[in-house]
């Protein structure tokens, strides 16, 4: 027989081998792999199938800490029944069914010690020991926990923050998630229990800029159903940064409330603030109100420097700052009085212009006057009697004693005079005053010469056509030399209710 025959041979007889062993195997049924927690309860379970001509005489379990160092832990006999041998199980294993068909046994209070492996065996006639194999995965839910860790700034790599995930089984995973630049590291610590305790640190060159901002930390393990996150945020401690704020450079003199603030950036939070002036003590006008500093009123003492130092327990800070105080003629708070003053001027100037203009038309329209048949005429004359135009009781006319003054159209401005009808009265030319009386006499004083007109007709008849040798000094005309004398200037009276008269004038 050649080599290569015996080669051949020794395979095959080992294949056949091989396939024996894994039928046999197979009839020893077992779960894989089972899992629990400490102080909990798990099933072992076992069991021959198609035994057939296969006598069972005995079951036994082993437990398998480490590979090769096996320990009996349970054993079940038909005859002799059941045994627990081994002291560690005593009083946590037993069997469920206690038969050898089905040998399963149940173990309670679990420890984390207590995973490894569980072997099920048979001991048979005439095909020996078969055997199945089950492995006890502990699991123990890791306590996790996570904290930012107080630091100081300056220029070292420390530790700003922690993680960790105590007695877990398997092994947790730990990772960060943050913005700012920086390094973590990860130990893993096994337990006499057999867990392990995992920890991660995070650092990084603290800075005031990094104080309060976020970092987060997360743990995975396999009891959890999803990673666990812890978020967190830096903490990192420094003396205080002063700053004033409030100045709006229009400190005027006499502005009242004036404000400044001092504004602090520290950690931890400033345990003082302090106002003065450089000067010394600050000016009697200054009332302080934590941090702020209120000026009740500007005056020359508050143009000065003033001084805010704050204090917390890594240090402590100062900030000047000058005020200005400048001159104000008015208080900027009386703008709207101004503006309603200047608006009421406006509307008064308003006013006396258009009065101005009301009287400029009217005497315009005088000068341009109508003729007596009601048409405007350009050689017209235009009469302004001064008296009352009534008849007198007895029938007579009215009296036109008073002085007639008469105008062309043709010729504006040009004033003539027509004389009395009585023999020998003469009149002087009209005044300034005479026109204006003449061509701005209202209605109510019109009336008012209508009654002295009808009061004097009731005069004897006779004695009003007297030659006024008789009349009193005041009703008597004035005579001139010439035929028409004109009247003087102070010959014009004023009355009480604003109109002008002329003393030497009678009216009837």
């Known amino acids: ?29 077992v779960e894989y792999e089972v899992t629990s927690n400490p102080n909990g309860s798990v099933n072992l379970r076992c069991e021959f199938t198609d035994s057939g001509s296969t006598k069972l005489t005995q079951v036994s379990w082993m437990f398998e800490r480490v590979e090769g160092d096996r320990h009996n832990i349970a054993v079940y006999h ?40 569980y072997i099920c065996e048979y001991a048979t006639y005439p095909s020996g020991n078969e055997q199945g194999t089950t492995t006890l995965i502990m699991l123990a839910k890791p306590q996790n926990s996570a904290t930012a860790i107080p630091v100081q700034a300056g220029s070292s790599e420390v530790v700003v923050a922690r993680c960790e995930a105590a007695q877990g089984k398997p092994e947790a995973t730990i990772s960060w998630i ?20 995992v920890k991660s640190e995070y650092r990084m060159i603290p800075t005031p800029a990094e104080n309060g901002k976020d970092i987060t930390c997360m743990v995975n393990q396999r009891t959890q159903n999803e990673p666990k996150p812890f978020h967190l945020k ?38 003082s603030v302090t106002w003065t002036a450089a000067s010394g003590q600050l000016p009697p006008s200054v009332w302080v109100e934590h941090n702020r500093l209120l000026v009740r009123k500007v005056d020359e003492t508050v143009n000065t420097t003033f001084v805010c130092e704050v204090k917390n327990s890594l240090g402590s800070a100062k900030k000047e700052f000058s005020a200005t105080v400048i001159e104000s003629t008015e208080d900027p708070s009386s703008a709207g009085m101004v503006a309603g003053a200047i608006l009421g001027s406006f509307l008064a100037l308003v006013l006396v212009g258009a009065l101005v203009t009301v009287l400029v038309m009217r005497s315009r329209r005088q000068q341009h006057g109508y003729s007596g048949d009601g048409e405007q005429g350009a050689y017209g004359n235009k009469t302004r009697l001064f008296g009352g135009k009534k008849a007198s009781k007895n029938g007579t006319g009215a009296n036109n004693n008073g002085p007639i003054y008469t105008y062309r159209e043709s010729e ?5 005079e027509k004389c009395n009808e009585f023999p020998h009265m003469t009149t002087s030319p009209p005044t300034a005053h005479d026109i204006l009386l003449s061509g701005e006499l209202n209605e109510a004083v019109r009336r008012k010469f209508d009654a ?4 004097l007709e009731e005069e004897e008849e006779d ?13 008597q005309i004035h005579r001139h030399e010439d035929e028409c004398a004109p009247y003087l200037d102070d010959d014009m009276e004023s009355q009480r209710d604003g109109s002008i008269i002329s003393r030497t004038a009678i009216y009837v």
């Open 452 to 455: 002295l007109n009808d009061s």
């Open 78 to 117: 038909p005859t002799y029944g059941a045994s627990f041998p081994n002291k560690d199980f005593e009083g946590r294993v037993r069997f469920t069914h206690s038969t050898l068909e089905n040998p399963s046994i149940r173990i309670d209070k679990l420890r984390m010690a207590d995973a490894g492996r």
């Open 178 to 197: 943050t913005a700012i630049a920086g390094r973590y590291n990860h130990t893993s610590v096994p337990e006499i229990d057999g867990t392990v305790t």
């Open 1 to 29: 027989m050649s080599d290569f025959t015996m080669i051949n041979c020794c395979l095959i007889l080992g294949a056949c081998l091989l396939s024996s062993q894994a039928v046999w195997s197979q009839r020893v049924r």
């Open 463 to 475: 004695e009003r056509y007297d030659r006024f040798s008789g009349l009193p000094t005041s009703y």
């Open 412 to 416: 504006p401005g040009a004033l003539t």
């Open 234 to 271: 830096l903490v990192v401690e420094y003396p205080p940064t002063v700053t004033i704020e409030g100045y709006d450079n229009n400190w005027y003199m006499g502005r009242t409330d004036a404000v400044l603030i001092c504004e602090a950036d520290a950690n931890p939070e400033p345990t």
